[in-house]
């Protein structure tokens, strides 16, 4: 399955849209406004909460570690240190995310099979992605994973 996520440019908070292949939306974005770290609540189209991220403030150095609460589990996305290629791992899964720092395009896979194939659209007005999920069943935690990433993105543009 494909997703198109759609970040609303002209907002004083994050907001994404999530279209499916047909052009219905399937799921918004909304981030909270003046707290510490980022945080972001995702609904699906009747408006139940599919998931909640927040950035967990650690330390002194700058850090990045998302957590991702849906369906009653926790998980955390964590930017390795590596020096040219982003490299993330899910902690509560198996899951190992992959990317070409220049290109914007990622993959995330388990020891067996790929779960998500992240693709940013280049020349947009805001930041706008494609997202392949293969499997129905992976499509919350891999649509939260990928606002997770888009949150380590806005981070490190803003710093340089």
Partial sequence: MKLYMKQKV?????????FDENGGERYYAEGEIFTWGKKLHLYDSSGQEAAFIKQKLLGILPTHHYIIE???????????????????HVEGTNWRLKGDFFTHEYSIT???????????????FGDSYELDIPDDRD??????????????????????
């Fill in 110 to 124: 388990d020891d067996e099979r790929i779960i998500l194939r992240l693709s940013r659209h280049w020349f947009t």
């Fill in 70 to 88: 849906t369906g009653g589990y926790s998980y955390t996305v964590v930017k390795e240190l590596t020096f040219l290629t982003p490299c993330f």
């Fill in 139 to 160: 499509e919350i935690l891999a649509l939260a994973v990928a606002l997770a990433i888009d949150c380590v993105n806005a981070d490190q543009d803003r710093r340089h």
């Fill in 10 to 18: 002209f907002s004083w908070n994050d907001k994404f849209s999530v």
